[in-house]
């Protein structure tokens, strides 16, 4: 249905890019001209003072936007050589391969194992019971909960600690095998033993996924991420990309003096 | 005789036009009182379903009557088909409508997704436009007309498929709001088959004017597109 997939070009070194993108809500331009791209299987961490639209240019990658009727994007966003905004591609289908991991964990009040499943269901899987069995395991030990949940799939979602809840809706996210997650502030609703537990997983599935995390705190972002964009909201409170480097680069010598004001506390 | 026959056929065309006129006014009111969340106008477009069903009756008789008193042939046996076919078309197309109503009071006073409010009623208009153009072409036996229509469902279709997928996203970040959801995709299907309904009026239309019955609708979204 979705005409993304012709356009493959696996192994690209970017996964997704961002050109001219300007978002509106209303005629209220909350993000400008953001050019971006995203390198494949490396975490790219989003940073900027609140209400600089960090939330906003990341639900535009998988068309959460869509929701907001009154959202409007510009400009371009590719995967895999094709514009998502286009008329002939499917959400669905982008939504399938770039997954989203919300900022409070989202369980459904379902087993833990549906929890898994329903996230495969949803997106088109089709497998037998056996295959599903292995699916929910798979994604499960690749989101670091499984040997916290193997003896108790047919419990609620919602008995589990913020921290597994989390990590449950991790396993949800990887079980329609996507490309990219996105990542709004995961551990904003943590304790900390739960934040590093995060911050290491997201560190393995960079193996096989593509990060966009989202995060006000400067720690994890140093701490956690390849690459960096540092935000900031222009005097017609429009939020625009100040800075992008590596990680390493941009803590320890960032070319602008306000990523610099930033990253050491003196402002936002 | 021949008289009373052209004037009780005359009759039943004009009741069928009738008919889909309130039923075309009623795809747009429910569709409004859905994403209004007015539930006095739903009632109404549940109440209003037991009125079609016995039109729909009425006319299936009187064909049947007029059948066995007159043996038609050729283009009047054609007409007297088509009439009974599409009555049935616009009897389902309520029930839909009906269907819409009771989903609408089963949400209560909750708003509904935003995208849907945004972006149902369009839907509803293309369906509704889709059904004034089947029922005009069965009015001036326009076979052109009837075979253009069916195009008009890939708008139908395209909203449904967005609409659907921004539920689904709706639910992935709200998943206590499951049961609202469903409700949604409930009535946005409903909404879609309404349409698809109006493209079996077409095939009807063209059977009438030419006497090949020809599929023109892929059912294609007979169950949810991502189930
Ligand atoms: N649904 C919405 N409707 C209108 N304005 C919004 C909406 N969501 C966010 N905004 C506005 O867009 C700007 C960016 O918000 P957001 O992306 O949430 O920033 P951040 O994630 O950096 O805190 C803010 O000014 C916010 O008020
Ligand atoms: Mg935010």
New binding site residues.
């Given amino acids: 249905m979705s005409n993304v997939a012709t356009y493959s070009t696996n192994g690209g070194p970017y996964a997704i890019e961002a050109q001219d993108l300007s978002i509106y809500?209303?005629s209220?331009r909350?993000?400008k001209n953001i050019n971006l791209r995203f390198p494949t299987h490396k975490i790219t961490a989003l940073i900027?003072?609140?209400?600089?639209?960090?939330?906003?240019?990341l639900r535009a990658f998988n068309r959460m936007n869509d929701l907001?009727p009154?959202?409007r994007a510009e400009g371009v966003i590719l995967f895999h050589g094709k514009n998502i905004y286009d008329h002939d591609v499917d959400p669905v289908e982008i939504r399938r391969r770039v997954g989203m991991v919300f900022q409070k964990p989202n369980p459904f009040p379902k087993t833990i194992y549906e929890n898994v499943a329903w996230g495969a269901r949803i997106n088109g899987f089709k497998g037998s019971k056996t295959d599903m069995d292995a699916l929910v395991e798979e994604s499960l030990r690749d989101a670091a909960v499984w040997d916290d949940v193997k003896d108790k799939l047919n419990q609620s979602g919602l008995s589990l600690s913020g921290g597994q809840q989390q990590r449950l809706c991790i396993a949800r996210a990887i079980a329609t095998r996507p490309e990219i997650i996105l990542m709004d502030e995961p551990a904003s609703a943590l304790d900390p033993i739960s934040t590093l537990r995060i911050e290491e997983l997201i560190q393995e599935l960079k193996k096989n996924y593509t990060i966009l995390i989202?995060t006000h705190n400067m720690q994890q972002a140093a701490r956690a991420s390849d690459y960096t964009a540092f935000?900031n909201m222009d005097a017609d409170?429009a939020?625009y990309l100040v800075e992008y480097n590596q990680t390493d680069e941009l803590f320890t010598s960032p070319k602008n003096e306000m990523t610099e004001q930033y990253i050491t506390g003196r402002f936002g | 005789m021949r008289e009373s026959f052209d004037r009780e056929l005359q009759r039943l065309e004009a009741e069928i036009i009738r008919m889909g006129s309130e039923v075309e006014e009623h795809l747009t009111q429910v569709t409004a009182a859905f994403v209004e969340r007015d539930a006095v106008t739903a009632r109404r477009m549940i109440a209003a379903d037991e009125a079609i069903n016995e039109r729909r009756i009425q006319v299936g008789l009187d064909a049947l009557t007029l059948i066995a008193t007159q043996q038609p042939m050729a283009r009047d046996l054609r007409l007297i088909a088509a009439i009974m076919e599409i009555v049935g078309e616009l009897e389902r197309i309520h029930d839909y409508i009906k269907g819409i109503g009771k989903i609408s009071l089963n949400i209560g006073p909750t708003p509904v997704l935003p995208t849907i409010a945004a972006h149902m009623p369009e839907m509803a208009e293309t369906a509704r436009e889709m059904l004034h153009l089947s029922l005009k072409a069965f009015a001036e036996r326009d076979k052109e007309l009837a075979l253009r229509v069916p195009a008009m469902d890939d708008k139908v279709d395209f909203l449904f498929n967005h609409l659907y997928a921004d539920v689904v996203a709706y639910v992935m970040e709200n998943p206590l709001g499951t049961t609202h959801a469903n409700s949604l995709e409930w009535a946005l299907h409903n909404l879609e088959r309404s349409a698809d309904r109006t493209i079996n009026i077409c095939e009807w239309v063209v059977y009438m004017v030419t006497g090949v019955y020809r599929e023109m609708s892929m059912g294609e979204y007979e169950s949810p597109p991502a189930a």
């Fill in positions: 809500y209303g209220f909350a993000v900027g003072p609140s209400g600089c639209g960090k939330s906003t240019v907001i009154i959202s989202v935000f409170r939020g």
